[in-house]
């Protein structure tokens, strides 16, 4: 498996608000894009706490029990534990996401210049056997294989929810002036819940993104880049180039994964 992850700032934005992080548990890989949100402090600060604090503990709690990970529908990883039969890989994740809530809601509510301040989560765990995403807000999971691309993570956005009720069309979506309006994110309330997906193991590549790259979304520019026979490293910055050609509005932040 090979991975990479680059960030940048943009053309129209003074500072980078986005934040990445890519770790090793035991022979699990842990990836999370953040977006932070609430002015030039908040927002830096709270995608960098988010991913920081969700991506240590979620490690923490899978070597702790590396062994007796299961991944609910998908077949077991590891050995069963006699005590603990029912620790599912998502339950690691909802801890996580918690913990990570929480760190960034109580810094928000003690400091004013913080105050509503918040980030997106994105986030893939590959396993021998499967893949876990968790989703809060709009940053982006796809995978493409086979010149053939999807989104595995669901918006959690205003224009998304007009999509659903057939008020616009998936194209005007991109394009519409409220399309950065997400109605779920990180260390905004006390509790939030993550959209947790579990799928099998296949080949492929995996891209995690902000809405920096995703607003300027091209699908077959999308699928030639990232199943191409580049570097992971070369269609990261190659989706990032793009990004910043098409206008560079905002932060943008690409992880690339080749399974």
Known sequence: MQYFGSSDQGIRRSN????????????????TVCDG?????????????????YSRMLGRYIN?????????????????????????LSDFINKAVDLANGTVYS??????LLEGMGTTLTSC????????TANIGDSRIYYAHDEQIRQLTRDHSLVQSMVDAGQITPEEALKHPNRNIILRALGVDERVAADIAEFPFTKGNL???????SNYYDEPFFVQTLCSRRSCKDKAEILIDYANRCGGADNVTAVVIKL
């Open 64 to 88: 702790s029990a590396l062994s007796y990970v299961y991944l609910g529908d998908i077949p077991e990883f590891g050995r069963p534990c006699p005590d603990f039969p029912e620790i599912r």
């Open 207 to 213: 891209l995690l993104c902000s809405d920096g790259l």
């Open 16 to 31: 980078n608000q986005d934040a990445f992080q890519i770790k090793i548990a035991g022979n699990l890989l842990v990836a």
């Open 107 to 112: 810094m928000a509510e003690a400091d004013p």
């Open 37 to 53: 949100m609430g002015g030039a402090n908040g927002g830096n600060v709270a995608s960098s706490v988010a991913v920081e604090t």
């Open 125 to 132: 765990v590959i396993t021998p056997v499967g893949i876990v």
